[in-house]
């Protein structure tokens, strides 16, 4: 788990200064369950509609409806990873590098723009850019 800002300053450091043909993981030095990061994000969003209810005019819903019982448990698909885990240690020791922004800092960011963006949430929900993509590469 680990900002997206973060994420793009280790790939230019890599690129800047790792050794060309090694490979440097890039990650956040925290390993979380999925469930945990889910009730996580429901804590973040209920919280920024208490307080700032302009976000529940927003996405047309009431504090009341955002609660684990949003979390649908699905079956998992064939070869599905049980973890997600990286060692960074090597881009650590050989590069220095290590995420500026910790965790719980880097969800709600991440969680307030798609808040603060969400005609283009919508066209990525949507489905519409699959469409793009049938069309531009279908055939190919």
């Known amino acids: 788990w680990l900002y997206v800002e ?3 300053k280790g790939i230019d450091l890599v690129l800047r200064q790792g050794t060309v043909g090694e490979v440097y993981n890039i990650g956040g030095f925290n390993e979380e369950s999925n469930i945990n990061i889910v009730k996580q994000v429901i804590a973040i969003i209920a919280r920024i509609m208490r307080e700032e209810p302009q976000y529940q005019q927003l996405l047309q819903c009431s504090l009341d409806d955002i609660n684990d019982g949003l979390i649908q448990f699905v079956t998992d698909r ?27 800092e880097g969800i709600e960011k ?18 519409d850019y699959q469409k793009y993509y049938e069309e531009m590469y279908g055939n190919r």
């Open 78 to 104: 064939p070869g599905h990873d049980m973890r997600y885990a990286i060692d960074p240690s090597k881009i650590a020791r050989e590069l220095g590098w290590y995420p500026e922004t910790p965790f719980t």
């Open 6 to 8: 973060d994420h793009c």
């Open 110 to 127: 991440t969680i307030r723009w798609n808040l603060d963006h969400q005609p283009w949430v919508r066209s990525v929900t949507s489905g």
